[in-house]
């Protein structure tokens, strides 16, 4: 069975700071997909990222990065410099290489204070 | 269409009654998705379409759930016998290709359900 983790409920951070989301997945899988959605208060989940198990290299966007690290299971994504914007609830989730589902995680509120 | 619309976008409805979720996906994309997602959750899976055909049901919770893609296009997912427990944000996505967990997916802002 597959599981991901985000331990984080709810976090505050002021404008400007930087803020990085925890994502922890389980699986028995040798290839998998890790991804993540953000869903803004309109409620339409967004596509952020996606990431193969092979393909460990950190990736960069703007102001947002990701940390792959197959050795600890861990997928997380830090947003510099955030932005009142940037507020909303992100989802990691995991696929199988084959699979037709979506396995999410519960979900990080993050709030971006003026 | 642009993005993947459902109707209505909130229905309330008396525990027992029957109710029909639509979802329009992207035109062109082949697979269909249904997710519901419970307040403070993260969507849960609940059954895939490739083309016409139900690929992988195995997400619905019970027999009460039932959903239909009859020409590939336009689903609709349909609750009977509403319980309180039903209550949820029912999210629809579509991707261009299936099956494969590459797929990113399109996601709709939801129908939110509410039974009273």
């Known amino acids: 069975a597959q599981k991901v983790t985000q331990a984080q409920t709810e976090i505050s951070v002021v404008e400007k700071e930087d803020v990085t989301l925890d994502c922890v997945y389980e699986t028995r899988d040798t290839t998998y997909y890790l991804f993540w959605y953000k869903q803004p208060p309109s409620g339409e989940l967004v596509f952020l990222i996606r990431r193969n198990s092979f393909d460990e290299q950190n990736e960069i966007s703007g102001r947002y990065s990701w940390n792959f690290q197959k050795s600890t299971s861990s997928f997380n994504f830090t947003i510099t410099a955030s932005q009142v914007v940037d507020s909303a609830v992100y989802f990691c989730a995991l696929s199988s290489l084959s699979g037709s589902r979506l396995t999410f995680g519960e979900g990080t509120q993050l709030t971006v204070n003026p | ?116």
């Open chain 2, 1 to 116: 269409g642009a993005g993947v619309s459902q109707t209505p976008s909130n229905k309330v409805t008396e525990k027992g009654k029957y109710v029909e979720l639509r979802c329009d996906p992207i035109s062109g994309h082949t697979a269909l998705y249904w997710y519901r997602q419970s307040l403070g959750q993260g969507p849960e899976f609940l059954i895939y379409f490739q083309g016409t055909g139900a690929a992988d049901d195995s997400g619905l919770p019970n027999d009460r759930f039932f959903a239909v893609r009859p020409e590939g296009s336009v689903s609709t997912l349909k609750i009977q016998r509403t319980e309180r427990g039903d209550s949820a944000v029912y999210l629809c996505a579509s991707s261009l290709t299936g099956p494969s967990g590459a797929n990113v997916l399109t996601f709709g802002a939801g129908s939110r359900l509410t039974v009273l």
